[in-house]
C-alpha cells in the first residue's frame, strides 16, 4: 500500500510562490555569477522539499546569497525585491513556527518505532542526520539509500520516503520501491503541489507505471495491469487545510516546484546552448560528465586486444558498466604525470588553510563573510571549508571555480597573514594542479580534435600489456607512456559503475573528474 | 522435488515463481515452429531466473529423439577434414564399420622434432562413438556412454507433465537451447547458478551441473550453450541455437543488437526469452523500453500463449509478423 501524506502549509506555500518569482528573473537574465547563485537557491528549494531540514537560519542564508534590498532592487526590480522581502519575513515567521513536515514524520517514526515495527528509510547519506535529530533512536541501519543497497535488503514492514517519487534529481530513488517493494507500506511524506514523476514506477516490460495506473485509478479494478504492479493507495491531508480569505490563506493547489524547476532550467539551457551530457560514474564514488556526442576511450578487461578491449566510443552508444574510463593525460611536449604524491601547491595552500580552521574555529562565519564579500556565492560555505582541507585522492578537493579559488587564496593570504600564498603566481600554479587532478588541464582546447584521440588511441593500444599487468583488480590506476614514445604523459583507468544519460550542463563542468555528489546540481 | 537458492543447503518445495520459469521456458522450447517469438519476463529482484527458464527449455530437448549413430556417422563423413579430439590425442576420422568408427591418429608436429626418433605410425582405432568420447576441437563431446549426464531423476521430475525423457539425450551434447550471461560478466550469472540446487531421489546438484555448461574443460557432454554478451562468443561452436535465454537488460540489448545486424547469424532465427530485473537502474528500464517500442514494429504482442505469471513476476510476448 501507498500510504500518502501531504502536508500543507500555507507559509511554505507562500515562500516557495515568492521563491519561484525570484529564480524565474535570475535565470531569465543573470549573469554568471547571479545564475550560480540561481542554481544554489534552486538547490536550497529542492532540498526542502526532499529532506525534512529543521526551518532555522537556513532559509534566510539561502535567500541572503542574492544580497541585500538596495543591491536585489537596483539589479532587479520592484517585483523581485518585494518577492525578497516577502520570503524573508515568510522564512523568519517559519522559523519560529517549525517545520511541520519533521513534526509528522517524527511523530510517525517515534509511533512505528513504539509498536516494533521494522521501518527503513530511503535517504540520501547526507540528509540522514536531519531523520536522527528527529529520533535519536534511529541508527544506520535504519536508512537505505541506492539501488545496490535496497536490490540486496532483507523485507520489513514500512518504508518512509521524504519527497516525491522521482527517478532523477533530488529525492531520486529506484523505480524498484514500486516494482519491487520489500515491504508491505511506503509512507511517503511530500509537500503539497509537489507531484511523482510521471512513469515512475516502470515496469519495462509491460510498459505499466504504478504512478500512471494508481494516477488514473477509480477504485475499479484495471484490466491489463499486472499483478506486480497492483498498489492501492491511501491518500491523507495534513496541516493548513483550512481556507481563511480574511488571512489571505487560500484552498488552493501549490504548483509542482520541481516541474517549475525543470521547465526554467531547460529554458536556461535552450538559451545558453547548454550541452546534453552523460555522466560516467566511477565504482569510486567519482564521475565525470561528457558531452553525449563525443567519443571516449574505454578499456574492457574482459576483453583482449583482437576482440577489441579499447575502444573509442560515445558514452551514450555503450554499456560501459564494468569496463574502464580511460582519461588521457597526454601532451606532445614533456608534461609529465599527474601523480598525488607529487602534488606541490595544494599541500601548502591546504596546509595553510586547516591552520586557520584549528586555530580560529568560532571564526568560520568570518572566514565565509571573507569569501563571500570575495563573490564566492556558495550555499553551506562553513561546511565545505574543512572539505577543501582533505587530502588529495583521486582528485584534489577544492573549489570548482578559478574564482572562488582565488578568492579563497586571497583572504588567506590577506587577512590571515598567509605569506607563503603570495608568492609570484601561486594561485596560478596551484590552480593548474587543481586542474590536472581533476583530468581537464591537458585536454583543454583540443577535446573536438578527432587526430589528438586517435593518436592516444593508437599509443593505448601499444600500452596493452602494460595495462593488463597494472591492472590487479583495482577501481583505479595510471599507466604511465615511456619515454620512447612521441607523446608524453600517461593514462588515468576508472572503472564505471553506470552512465546517466539526458543531462544539460553548461560548457564550463565537462570532461572534469569529481565526487558523484558533486553533479547532483546539474539533475534538477 | 526439493529446491534451494543457498548454495546446496535448506531445500524447500519447488516455489511457484520457480515452477512457472521451468514451465515456461518448458513451453517456450515446444513452440519453436511457430514464427519468432520474444518473450520479456520481469523479476522483483536478481535471481536465477533465466538459468530456470533455460533449465526448462533443456529439459524439453531431453524428450527429443537423439541423434542415430547413423546420421553421426553421416555427419563425421561431410566434416572428415576436421581434426577430431579423444582425451588429448589428434584423430581424423576414415569411416564406419559395422556401426563402429575407424580413426586414425594425428601425430603431433613436436613429436617429430628429434630426427634419431624413429618416426612413429599413426595408430587406428576402431570403436563405438560411444566410447570413444570424440570432439572437435574448442567443442564438447559429440556423444559419450561414459560421460552421460548424471542426475536422471532430478530431470525427470522438474517437469511431471512434461514428455517422457529419452536417455539418448543425455549422452549427445546439444546447441538448441543457449543462455546470454549477464553483460557484467559471464561470472555473474554464473555464480547464481552454483548458488541455486535442486534435489529429488536423493541426488542434489546444482543448477550450473544440471545445465550442463562448459567450465573449462571440453571432455563433458553439455546440452545448453553460454553467450558471453561482453566479448559477444558463444562459449563452444554449434548449430545457431533455436532459444536464447537472456539474463538482464544489457545482455538483452546486445543479442537484438545482433539479431538485427543481419539476417543470417546465430540470433537472427532464435526465439528469445529475457529475464528482468525490476530493481535495474532507471537508465537501463528507459532502454529497455525503447528498445521494445522499437521492435513492436516488427513484432505483434501475444497476450495468449502462456499461463498467467505469480504475484510479482509480469511477462510480455511478442511474435514476429510475417
Redesign the interface.
Known amino acids: 500500500m501507498l500510504d500518502r501524506r501531504e502536508i500543507f502549509s500555507n507559509l511554505f506555500g507562500d515562500l516557495r510562490k515568492q521563491i519561484r518569482v525570484i529564480l524565474e528573473a535570475m535565470y531569465e537574465g543573470g549573469n554568471d555569477h547571479e545564475i550560480e547563485i540561481a542554481h544554489e537557491l534552486r538547490n536550497s528549494l529542492s532540498e526542502w522539499l526532499t529532506v525534512p531540514v529543521p526551518f532555522d537560519g537556513v532559509l534566510i542564508n539561502a535567500l541572503q546569497l542574492l544580497g541585500n534590498r538596495d543591491i536585489i532592487e537596483r539589479r532587479w526590480g520592484d517585483e523581485v525585491v518585494r518577492a525578497f522581502e516577502a520570503a524573508v519575513s515568510i522564512a523568519e515567521s517559519m522559523q519560529q513556527n517549525g517545520n511541520p513536515m519533521r513534526r509528522t514524520l517524527g511523530d510517525e517514526i517515534e509511533k512505528l518505532l513504539r509498536e516494533n515495527t521494522s521501518i527503513r528509510i530511503y535517504a540520501h547519506p547526507k540528509s540522514v542526520e536531519y531523520f536522527i535529530s528527529l529520533c535519536n533512536t534511529l541508527t544506520e541501519e535504519h536508512f537505505l539509500y541506492g539501488?545496490d543497497v535496497?536490490?540486496a535488503s532483507k523485507s520489513f514492514d514500512v518504508l518512509l520516503k521524504v519527497g516525491p517519487l522521482r527517478?532523477?534529481g533530488w529525492g531520486k530513488c529506484?523505480?524498484?520501491l514500486l516494482?519491487?517493494?520489500r515491504f508491505r507500506i511506503l509512507t511517503q511524506f511530500v509537500w503539497s503541489g509537489s507531484s511523482d514523476e510521471e512513469h515512475f514506477g516502470?515496469?519495462?516490460?509491460?510498459?505499466a507505471s504504478v504512478v500512471d495506473v494508481l494516477a488514473s485509478k477509480t477504485g475499479m479494478a484495471l484490466n491489463g495491469v499486472?499483478?506486480?504492479?497492483k498498489w492501492s493507495l491511501k491518500n491523507t491531508r495534513i496541516g493548513d487545510t483550512v481556507n481563511d480569505p480574511e488571512n489571505g490563506i487560500k484552498d488552493e493547489p501549490d504548483e509542482d516546484d520541481f516541474s517549475f524547476l525543470f521547465r526554467i532550467k531547460s529554458r536556461y539551457a535552450d538559451v545558453n546552448r547548454e550541452r546534453s551530457a552523460a555522466l560516467i560514474k566511477f565504482v569510486n564514488a567519482y564521475g565525470i560528465l561528457i558531452p553525449s556526442r563525443e567519443e571516449v576511450l574505454v578499456y574492457?578487461p574482459?576483453?583482449n586486444e583482437e576482440?577489441g578491449a579499447i575502444e573509442l566510443v560515445l558514452p551514450t552508444g555503450k554499456?560501459l558498466?564494468?569496463c574502464f574510463f580511460v582519461l588521457p593525460m597526454i601532451e606532445i611536449a614533456d608534461f609529465g604525470e599527474v601523480h598525488v604524491e607529487k602534488i606541490k601547491y595544494s599541500k601548502i595552500w591546504k596546509g595553510c588553510l586547516a591552520d586557520v580552521i584549528k586555530s580560529h574555529p568560532e571564526d568560520l562565519s568570518e572566514l565565509s563573510r571573507l569569501l563571500r564579500m570575495n563573490k564566492v556565492g556558495l550555499q553551506n560555505l562553513k561546511g565545505r571549508l574543512p572539505e577543501w582541507c582533505n587530502p588529495p585522492s583521486t582528485v584534489i578537493p577544492a573549489p570548482r571555480k578559478w574564482e572562488h579559488f582565488n578568492a579563497l587564496i586571497a583572504v588567506l593570504s590577506e587577512h590571515y597573514n598567509k605569506h607563503e600564498l603570495l608568492a609570484d603566481d601561486f594561485a596560478k600554479k596551484a590552480w593548474v594542479e587543481i586542474r590536472r587532478s581533476r583530468g581537464n588541464a591537458i585536454n583543454e582546447g583540443r577535446e573536438e580534435s578527432r587526430t589528438q584521440k586517435e593518436l592516444e588511441f593508437d599509443l593505448l593500444i601499444k600500452l596493452m600489456s602494460e595495462i593488463v599487468n597494472t591492472n590487479t583488480g583495482r577501481d583505479e590506476f595510471i599507466v604511465p607512456v615511456a619515454p620512447d614514445h612521441d607523446l608524453q604523459g600517461s593514462y588515468r583507468f576508472f572503472l564505471v559503475e553506470?552512465?546517466?544519460?539526458g543531462l544539460v550542463v553548461p560548457d564550463t563542468v565537462l570532461r572534469e573528474i569529481h565526487s558523484v555528489t558533486e553533479f547532483d546540481i546539474w539533475r534538477g | 522435488m526439493k529446491f534451494t537458492e543457498t548454495d546446496g543447503t535448506c531445500f524447500e518445495c519447488l516455489p511457484e515463481w520457480v515452477n512457472y520459469l521451468l514451465i515456461t521456458g518448458y513451453d517456450f522450447a515446444g513452440y519453436i515452429n511457430k514464427g519468432q517469438k520474444i518473450s520479456?519476463?520481469?523479476m522483483?529482484?536478481?535471481s536465477p531466473g533465466a538459468g530456470l527458464v533455460a533449465f526448462g527449455a533443456m529439459r524439453y530437448y531431453l524428450s527429443a529423439q537423439p541423434l542415430s549413430g547413423e546420421e553421426i556417422h553421416r555427419h563425421l563423413e561431410d566434416v572428415k577434414a576436421r581434426m577430431l579430439f579423444s582425451g588429448k590425442d589428434m584423430y581424423r576420422y576414415i569411416g564406419e564399420d559395422d556401426g563402429n568408427a575407424v580413426i586414425e591418429e594425428i601425430i603431433r608436429l613436436d613429436k617429430r622434432r628429434n630426427p634419431k626418433r624413429p618416426k612413429k605410425e599413426p595408430i587406428t582405432r576402431t570403436a563405438s562413438l560411444k566410447g570413444l568420447d570424440l570432439r572437435f576441437e574448442d567443442e564438447t563431446i559429440l556423444v559419450s556412454s561414459n560421460k552421460a549426464l548424471p542426475n536422471l531423476q532430478i530431470y525427470e521430475q522438474l517437469v511431471p507433465q512434461g514428455n517422457v525423457i529419452n536417455e539418448g539425450t543425455l549422452q549427445q551434447s546439444h546447441s538448441a537451447v543457449c543462455m546470454a550471461g549477464k553483460?557484467?560478466?559471464v561470472s555473474v550469472t554464473k555464480a547464481l547458478l552454483f548458488d541455486t540446487y535442486f534435489e529429488a531421489g536423493g541426488k542434489k546438484a546444482s543448477l550450473h551441473e544440471l545445465l550442463s555448461l562448459v567450465d573449462g574443460a571440453l571432455d563433458v557432454v553439455s546440452r545448453v550453450t553460454m553467450y558471453?554478451a561482453?566479448?559477444?562468443?558463444i562459449d563452444r561452436p554449434g548449430l545457431p541455437p533455436e532459444i536464447v535465454v537472456v539474463d538482464g537488460?544489457?545482455a538483452f540489448?546486445?543479442i537484438t543488437e545482433e539479431m538485427q545486424r543481419s539476417s543470417n547469424n546465430n540470433f537472427s532465427g532464435a526465439n528469445i526469452v529475457a529475464v528482468?530485473?525490476?530493481?535495474?537502474?532507471?537508465?537501463k528500464?528507459?532502454s529497455?523500453?525503447t528498445k521494445?517500442s522499437e521492435l513492436r514494429q516488427w513484432y505483434e504482442p501475444d497476450l495468449q500463449e502462456f499461463s498467467a505469471?505469480?504475484?510479482?513476476?509480469?511477462?510480455?510476448t511478442y511474435f514476429k509478423r510475417i
Do not use: F, M, W
Open positions: 539501488y535496497y536490490s527517478s532523477v529506484p523505480d524498484a516494482t519491487s517493494p516502470l515496469d519495462p516490460v509491460t510498459g499486472p499483478d506486480a504492479l574492457d574482459e576483453k576482440d554499456h558498466e564494468g553506470s552512465v546517466e544519460q | 520479456l519476463i520481469s522483483p529482484c536478481d553483460r557484467k560478466g558471453n561482453r566479448t559477444g562468443k537488460i544489457d540489448l546486445k528482468i530485473d525490476r530493481t535495474e537502474k532507471r537508465e528500464l528507459d529497455l523500453q521494445v505469471p505469480p504475484k510479482g513476476i509480469a511477462l510480455a
